[in-house]
C-alpha cells in the first residue's frame, strides 16, 4: 500500500495502517537469523567480548556485520517508512553471557538509529524487568519495572526496540495496535472525539522534568504536520495531568477520547509471545503497544528479563515544533528524536537492572 498525504479527519492511507488479521495473514515483518547470520553476529560479539566491557565502548567502525547489516537497513526501512513494526527472530542469548547479549543487541540497534536516554538515570541501555515496583499512581514508578500489565502507550523516542533475554512463566504477551487505524475507526466511530485529540493536551512529565521546563507539557494525540498523521499515545500521562492544580480542568470529549482511543486499542491489538533472542522493532509515531499482566518463575536467573533501546532517526519523519517541547537539551535546528535528559542526569548503559 503506497501512503497518501496525510489529511485531518479524512481516512490514512498509509503502510503503517494495518489491522491483526492483515498482520497475522502476511508475516513479511518477521525475519528469521540465518545460520550465516547467527555465524556473522557470533564473530562479532566474540571479537568485541575480548575487547571491552561496556558498550559505550564500541565504535560505530567495529560493528563489522557484512551480510547481516543490508538485511537489517531493509528492516529499519520498513519500520519507519512502512508497517512501522518488525520482529527479528533467533538471537542465540542462551548461548551468550550478559555483555554479549548486550553487545549483540547494541549492535543491532546501531543499524536502526542512535540510542538516546530512556530516563532520568540517563539509561541507554535499559531493562524491563520487575523491581518490585506496583501502582503506577505513583508518579515515580515506571510500569516496565513490575510484573503488571501496562496501558497503551507509544515511547519517547522515534524507535523503541527489546530483546527477550527470559521470558516470564505465564502472561506477559506483547501487544500492538497500528495508532493510525485506530484514528481511522475513531473518525468513523465519534468525529467529534477524534477532534478532541486533535487539540494541545497536557501531559504530566511524571517527575522527570528537564532543565527549564515546567513538571507539565502540552502535545496532541493526533498531529498532522507535512503530509504525515504522527501519533503520540500516553493516555496515562495525560489522565494524571489532573493531579496539577494549575491546569485547566480536562473537558468531557477530553476524557471520552481518552476511553474510545484506549477502547479500540484493546479491540484491534495484536499478540505476540516473546522468546528468548526475539528483537522486537517498534515506530513509536505509528503504533501503541502493551503489556499483559504476567506470574515470574521463582528462580532469579529465570525472572522475565527485556534489553531495551530507545532510538532517534534523524532521517525518520518530520515532526510538528509541539514534539520540542517534550524533550530537553536540543540545540536550535535539532530535530526532535526523544529522549529523557534532566538536571543531572549521565548517560550510561547499564548491564542489569537498576
Known amino acids: 500500500m503506497a501512503r497518501k498525504p496525510a489529511i485531518s479527519m479524512k481516512h490514512v492511507v498509509d ?10 495473514k502476511d508475516q513479511g515483518w518477521v525475519y528469521n537469523l540465518s545460520e550465516t547470520d547467527i555465524a556473522e553476529l557470533n564473530i562479532l560479539v566474540n ?38 513494526l518488525a520482529l527479528i527472530r533467533g538471537v542465540p542469548v542462551e548461548r551468550y553471557s550478559r555483555l554479549q547479549s548486550a553487545i549483540a543487541f547494541w549492535c543491532i540497534g546501531s543499524h536502526i538509529g542512535q540510542p538516546v536516554s530512556q530516563n532520568a538515570k540517563g539509561h541507554l541501555l535499559g531493562h524491563v524487568q520487575d523491581l518490585g515496583g506496583t501502582s503506577l499512581s505513583n508518579p515515580g514508578n515506571r510500569g516496565y519495572q513490575t510484573h503488571d500489565g501496562l496501558p497503551y502507550h507509544c515511547d519517547s523516542c522515534d ?41 494541545a493536551i497536557y501531559r504530566d512529565r511524571r517527575n522527570e522534568i528537564p532543565q527549564g521546563k515546567d513538571p507539565w507539557f502540552q502535545l496532541p494525540v493526533f498531529n498532522f504536520f507535512e503530509d504525515y498523521l504522527t501519533v503520540s499515545w500516553q493516555g496515562a500521562y495525560i489522565r494524571s495531568a489532573a493531579r496539577f492544580k494549575e491546569l485547566p480542568q480536562q473537558s468531557q470529549n477530553l476524557k471520552d477520547g481518552l476511553d474510545l482511543f484506549n477502547k479500540l486499542a484493546n479491540e484491534m491489538a495484536y499478540s505476540m509471545e516473546f522468546k528468548p533472542g526475539d528483537v522486537q522493532i517498534l515506530h513509536n509515531h505509528v503504533t501503541v503497544h502493551s503489556r499483559t499482566a ?7 536467573e529465570r525472572k522475565r528479563h527485556l534489553l531495551r ?22 540545540k536550535t535546528g535539532d530535530r526532535p528524536a526523544g529522549g529523557i535528559i534532566v538536571p543531572g542526569t549521565v548517560l550510561k548503559a547499564p548491564l542489569y537492572a537498576e
Open 159 to 199: 524507535v523503541v526496540v527489546l530483546m527477550c533475554l527470559h521470558p516470564s512463566k505465564t502472561g506477559g504477551l506483547s501487544t500492538v495496535v497500528s495508532s493510525l487505524s485506530i484514528y481511522n475507526e475513531m473518525i468513523e466511530r465519534d468525529p467529534k472525539l477524534a477532534l478532541a485529540l486533535s487539540d
Open 294 to 300: 504476567y506470574e515470574d518463575w521463582p528462580e532469579p
Open 47 to 84: 571479537n568485541l567480548d575480548n575487547k571491552i566491557t561496556d558498550v559505550l565502548e564500541i565504535s560505530p567502525e567495529e560493528i563489522c556485520l557484512p551480510t547481516l547489516a543490508p538485511k537489517l537497513k531493509d528492516i529499519a526501512n520498513d519500520v519507519i517508512n512502512g508497517k512501522g
Open 309 to 330: 533501546l530507545w532510538l532517534a532517526t534523524p532521517s525518520g519523519r518530520p515532526l510538528p515544533p509541539a514534539y520540542e517541547e517534550r524533550y530537553g537539551g536540543l
Open 15 to 24: 503502510p503503517a495502517a494495518w489491522t491483526a488479521d492483515e498482520l497475522k
